[in-house]
Antibody, heavy 118, light 110 residues
Framework: EVQLVETGGGLIQPGGSLRLSCAAS????????MSWVRQAPGKGLEWVAL???????KYADSVKGRFTISRDNSKSTLYLQMNSLTPEDTALYYC????????????WGQGTLVTVSS | QSVLTQPPSVSAAPGQKVTISCSGS????????VSWFQQFPGTAPKLLIY???KRPSGIPDRFSGSKSDTSATLGITGLQTGDEADYYC???????????FGGGTKLTVL
């Protein structure tokens, strides 16, 4: 059974950093595209970043240069390092298998909440 | 402002049919597969349709998807009160080089 469990969210001050983790089971992380998708309170879905099966990474313009997606194949874990956080980054962050398009986002975790506030 | 455009809300009576539209451009819907997601309050999105019209295992055939040029449509027949949720379309945009979603449509079953 495929499972994705996100951890690492919390309350952080503007300008701060946070690292989210997503523990995957039931499939091989390194063989799949993996994405982070966020949802601000009361808002819609926003794709954030992906790492391809080949290790290539892509980012939404809103986080480019501040966020870094990575994975540890030995731990079957996906990460999102978030730096220079602003209140606009406040959201529920979901880890998902896939990327969109021909790599559908077919499994999602339950999300971890990041709140950026002073 | 979402890259893909969906109506904010739709409604229909139990047992009826409803369609939700998703409009994009040649760089996204016109160039790649469309997925649809269902999200209940307080829960994670769930894949409903992938590759424009395919249903994952366990998704009833009351749900269907179609795509034409730069638009996609989700159809739900035999509406049930349990279908009340937010529905999102999504795909990849090769101009933005990013995943994109619609703004979401709230379905109310009256």
């Amino acid at each position: 059974e495929v499972q994705l469990v996100e951890t690492g969210g919390g309350l952080i001050q503007p300008g701060g950093s946070l690292r989210l983790s997503c523990a995957a089971s039931g499939f091989t992380v390194s063989s799949n595209y993996m994405s982070w998708v966020r949802q601000a309170p009361g808002k819609g879905l926003e794709w954030v970043a992906l790492v391809s099966s080949g290790g290539n990474t892509k980012y939404a313009d809103s986080v480019k240069g501040r966020f870094t997606i990575s994975r540890d194949n030995s731990k079957s874990t996906l990460y999102l390092q978030m730096n220079s956080l602003t209140p606009e980054d406040t959201a529920l962050y979901y880890c998902a298998r896939g990327a969109g398009g021909r790599h559908p986002l077919d499994y999602w975790g339950q999300g971890t909440l990041v709140t950026v506030s002073s | 402002q979402s890259v893909l455009t969906q109506p904010p809300s739709v409604s229909a009576a139990p047992g009826q049919k409803v369609t939700i539209s998703c409009s994009g451009s040649s760089s996204n819907i016109g160039n790649d597969y469309v997925s649809w997601f269902q999200q209940f309050p307080g829960t994670a999105p769930k894949l409903l349709i992938y590759e424009n019209n395919k249903r994952p295992s366990g998704i009833p055939d009351r749900f269907s998807g179609s795509k034409s040029d730069t638009s996609a449509t989700l159809g739900i027949t035999g509406l049930q009160t349990g279908d009340e949720a937010d529905y999102y379309c999504g795909t990849w945009d090769n101009s933005l080089n990013a995943g994109v979603f619609g703004g979401g449509t709230k379905l109310t079953v009256l």
